[in-house]
Structure formats: structure tokens, C-alpha cells
């Protein structure tokens, strides 16, 4: 008897909420707003208004009224009958996803696969997955859209909204998401954006590095430079290894200095042999700048490191290397085997200027 009742009464909002869906998409109106939203510079505020005055639409205030009061399992069970009577209606299904992401608890990674890779049913519902990403919402369905559209959102369109929500964001998986999203976008696109955006979205966005060296490969100056004055405030081994091997394609004597003052404004140890290996570099604008970087690390070489700096700096101005400095070079691979391509390029450079 129990069951009889309930499978009525889930029978009953199922046939409501189907009805109501396809008044919906006769009237168009959730259509209507993502074109709206589509058509103008959208922020979250934007789309937190959009939604709230979906919600006033009758048919979708009954939708979630019918939904939300349930319990989990009722709901879900509501949910999956729905999903299956409309199953042969795109529209009707899109509807029904864009209102449940909305107003509801609905997870949106339980969604087909299929759909999430559809490239315009995505866009559709993408107003509705970033509105999840507001500061307001729970944490678990903020990581949960984050992590939707890191994986599954292939268009720039929402990309200022969604890195603008790094602001207010503290948690670590979620703004990953956004910056993992973000390195898929256009460079151009994701500078521009950065270039509006206040203070702590750029921060936030410039301290992860792989988003940085993605900009010091493009092909605008500008890109590159603002790149590189970011890189300066967050030094590390991989960053210059990265960097150095940049060099040898810059065409752009400008960005060059600027890799080179950056690395040598680091005063280290570590930056002396990339720097050495400069010195033999084949534009003399670059020699320049590495002579000049490597006058301020000075303090920081050892004896056989400073041997090395002057004995390169002679190989430069087209001397040969006498056996004595062979041997020193031998004897200094064996001890210090970080300044193998060091000693390797300089060797090379000696026996093709004799």
C-alpha cells in the first residue's frame, strides 16, 4: 500500500514538472537569458541577478518548489524519473540540467559525459555552473563547478567572471580549477582580462607560474615583459632553467635584457653557470648583459667558479685554451658536474674560433 502511494506520488510531481519543462521551452525564457548574458561583458553579479529572476518565472518556481522541500533520495528518485521521461528531447533535458544546477543541490559531475563534451550544451548551462561559483555557495558545489569547467569548458566567453571569482576565493582546489581553466584560454584573451582586473585577481592569477611561462612564449612583446616582471617575484630553478632555454630564440633585445637582469638580480650561486655559458653566446648584446649580470654575483662564485668567469670571458674575445686550462676545466667537470654544458659550450666555442 505504502509503496502504491509513494510511486503515485512521485508519479504525480514527475508529470508537473515535465508539463512545466515544456512550457519552458515553448516560452523560451531560460533561452533568452543566456543570450543575454552572452551579449554583454557578464560578471557573477550579472549572473546572480539573471538568476534570481529566472526564479520569479512561474514554471520554474513550481520546478523547484516541487524539488528542493524532498528528501535527498526522494529527489534524486523524482529527478531520475523526470531525466528518463525527457530523454528523447534535447531542449526539455537542457532546461531541466540548467534549473536543477541552478536552484538545486544537484551534482553537476553526476551529468553524462556526452553532454559535458557537447561544446554548445556546455555553453548553454555554463551561466548556471559558474553562478555556483559565488564566495555564497557551499564549498563542496564551488570545487565541484570549478572542477566542471576545468575539464569540460573549451570557450573564453565567462573567462573574466570566472577569474574574477579568485578574489574572494581561499581554497586551494578550486582557484587550481579556475587557473587550470584559464591556461587552456588564449593568451591575448586572459592578459587583456588581467590588465582590468584589480589587484588581488592578478596576484592571484600571476602566482602560478605555468600561466606566466605560457605568456613568456607569446609572441607579443608586451605579453612576454609583463610576464617577466611577474616572474621576478617568484624565483625558482625550474623558472630560470625555463627561461634559458627561451634565450637562444628571443629575437627581441629588450625581452633578452630583461631575462638576463632578472636572472642576475637574483644574486645566487645557482645562476652563475647560466650565466657563464652567456658569455659565449653569439649576439654581443647578449655577452653584454651577461657580463654585466655576472658582475653583480660576483660575491657568490668560489675560486675555480671566478677561474672559470675570467677563462670564458678570454674564450669571448677569441683566445684559445692553453693545457693548463684544459686541465683545469677537466678537473672542475669531475668536481662540479652542474658546469658540464657550461664547460662543454665553452670548449666547443674555443675550438671553433681557432
Not at 516560452?27 to 539573471?50: A, H, P, R
Request: proline share 3%.
Amino acid at each position: 500500500m505504502f509503496l502504491s502511494v509513494r510511486s503515485g506520488y512521485v508519479g504525480a510531481k514527475v508529470n508537473m514538472i515535465n508539463k512545466a519543462i515544456e512550457d519552458l521551452v515553448t516560452s523560451g525564457e531560460i533561452m533568452k537569458c543566456v543570450f543575454k548574458l552572452e551579449k554583454k561583458e557578464s560578471d557573477m553579479n550579472s549572473i546572480s541577478q539573471e538568476m534570481l529572476m529566472l526564479r520569479e518565472i512561474n514554471k520554474i518556481d513550481l520546478i523547484v518548489n516541487l524539488l528542493v522541500p524532498e528528501e535527498p533520495e526522494n529527489r534524486r528518485l523524482i529527478q531520475q524519473k523526470v531525466f528518463t521521461a525527457i530523454k528523447k528531447r534535447k531542449n526539455s533535458q537542457l532546461y531541466f540540467n540548467f534549473i536543477i544546477i541552478s536552484f538545486t543541490d544537484f551534482q553537476i559531475s553526476s551529468l553524462p559525459e556526452d553532454l559535458l563534451l557537447d561544446e554548445e550544451e556546455t555553453n548553454f548551462l555554463m551561466p548556471a555552473i559558474i553562478s555556483r561559483l559565488n564566495i555564497d555557495k557551499p564549498l563542496i558545489r564551488r570545487r565541484e563547478a570549478a572542477w566542471v569547467i576545468a575539464k569540460y569548458f573549451k570557450s573564453p566567453r565567462y573567462i573574466q567572471t570566472i577569474i574574477e571569482c579568485l578574489s574572494d576565493e581561499s581554497d586551494d582546489e578550486v582557484k587550481n580549477s579556475i587557473i587550470d581553466y584559464a591556461y587552456t584560454c588564449p593568451s591575448e584573451v586572459l592578459y587583456d582580462i588581467l590588465m582590468k582586473a584589480d589587484s588581488k585577481t592578478v596576484d592571484n592569477v600571476v602566482s602560478y607560474k605555468k600561466i606566466l611561462l605560457k605568456f613568456v612564449e607569446n609572441e607579443d612583446e608586451k605579453i612576454r615583459f609583463f610576464a617577466l616582471d611577474s616572474l621576478a617575484k617568484l624565483p625558482s630553478e625550474e623558472i630560470i632553467s625555463i627561461l634559458f632555454k627561451w634565450l637562444p630564440i628571443e629575437k627581441n633585445k629588450k625581452v633578452t635584457e630583461k631575462i638576463i637582469t632578472y636572472i642576475g638580480d637574483l644574486e645566487s650561486s645557482e645562476v652563475t653557470p647560466y650565466l657563464i655559458n652567456l658569455l659565449i653566446d653569439e649576439r654581443q648584446y647578449v655577452r653584454v648583459f651577461a657580463l654585466s649580470a655576472l658582475e653583480k654575483n660576483r660575491s657568490f662564485m668560489d675560486k675555480d667558479t671566478i677561474k672559470l668567469f675570467n677563462l670564458t670571458k678570454k674564450v669571448s674575445k677569441k683566445k684559445s685554451l692553453g693545457i693548463r686550462e684544459k686541465i683545469f676545466l677537466r678537473r672542475l667537470l669531475k668536481k662540479n658536474p652542474i658546469m658540464k654544458d657550461v664547460i662543454h659550450n665553452l670548449r666547443k666555442y674555443a675550438k671553433k674560433k681557432r
